[in-house]
Nanobody, 123 residues
C-alpha cells in the first residue's frame, strides 16, 4: 500500500510559479514510480509528468515541457512538480499518483492516487 498526500496548490497570476508536493508513505515507496495528472473542468484527466523512484528517470508531457519539472527527494519520500510561467490553461485539479510501473502511470492507470490539489491561474 502507498499513501499519497498532495499540497501546494493555490491561486496565482499568469506568468507566476508554483510548486506542488506529494508525500508518499508505505512499504513499497522505493519501488514505485510516481507522477502527476491534472483535470480541468469539463475535460479529461491529462498526464503531466512521471518520475521513477529508483533512478530518477522522468517523462514530461509536451504540453508542459520546458515549464514544468518533476523531481524527488528520497529522504523525504516526496515528489515535487515545479510549475513556471503558468498559463490560464494550467488551471486544474492536480493529482499525484503512484504505481510499480511507470508505464501504467503514463497510461493513467496508476494504482494509487492522492486527493488532488487545486491550481487556479488568473490572467
Amino acid at each position: 500500500q502507498v499513501q499519497l498526500v498532495e499540497s501546494g496548490g493555490g491561486l496565482v497570476q499568469a506568468g507566476e510559479s508554483l510548486t506542488l508536493s506529494c508525500v508518499a508513505s508505505g512499504r513499497t515507496v522505493s519501488r514505485v514510480a510516481m507522477g502527476w495528472f491534472r483535470q480541468a473542468p469539463g475535460k479529461e484527466r491529462e498526464f503531466v509528468a512521471a518520475i521513477r523512484w529508483s533512478d530518477g528517470n522522468t517523462k514530461t508531457a509536451d504540453s508542459v515541457k520546458g515549464r514544468f519539472t518533476i523531481s524527488k527527494d528520497n529522504a523525504k519520500t516526496t515528489v515535487y512538480l515545479q510549475m513556471n510561467s503558468l498559463r490560464d490553461e494550467d488551471t486544474a485539479v492536480y493529482y499525484c499518483c503512484a504505481d510499480l510501473s511507470s508505464q501504467m502511470i503514463i497510461l493513467g492507470r496508476a494504482q494509487y492516487w492522492g486527493q488532488g490539489t487545486q491550481v487556479t491561474v488568473s490572467s
